[in-house]
């Protein structure tokens, strides 16, 4: 079981930081990801980072604003998110696939789909006010 947690109500131009943690399982070797869902849509792929954290991947839309990051003795990923805009209130998931990726599967890009990860979290909402 993944839970979200970190979102809320923050101003544009603030910074969050999201964090997920797993109960029940260890990530160990997962991939694990960020996506969000803003409201009607589906799920868009955000960041993922390697098992080891070597390897991390991001949406062209949030590069340099966002950083993925985790934890593996505590059994967490987290998100960064700086300089906040309106357009990323939406609510956050994070993900994780027991299948293995190297760090340079997951630098290139080559795991971003919803249906590459098979555990879910129930994610966390930001909203971003102007």
């Known amino acids: 079981r993944l839970v979200e947690s970190g979102g809320g109500l923050v101003q544009a131009g603030d910074s969050v930081r999201l964090s997920c943690v797993a109960s029940?399982?260890?990530?160990?070797?997962?991939?694990l990801a960020w996506f969000r869902q803003f409201p009607g849509n589906e799920r868009d792929f955000v960041a993922v980072i390697s098992w080891n954290g070597v390897g991390t991947y991001y949406t062209d839309s949030v590069k340099g604003r966002f950083t993925i990051s985790r934890d593996n003795a505590k059994n967490t990923v987290d998100l960064q998110i700086t300089f906040l805009k309106p357009e990323d209130t939406a609510r956050y998931y994070c993900?994780?696939?027991?299948?293995?990726?190297?760090?340079?599967?997951?630098?290139?890009?080559?795991?971003?789909?919803?249906?590459?990860?098979?555990?879910w979290g129930q994610g966390t909402q930001v909203t971003v006010s102007s």
């Open positions: 029940g399982r260890m990530f160990g070797d997962d991939a």
């Open positions: 993900a994780a696939t027991s299948n293995y990726y190297s760090d340079d599967e997951v630098s290139i890009g080559g795991i971003r789909e919803a249906e590459d990860f098979q555990s």
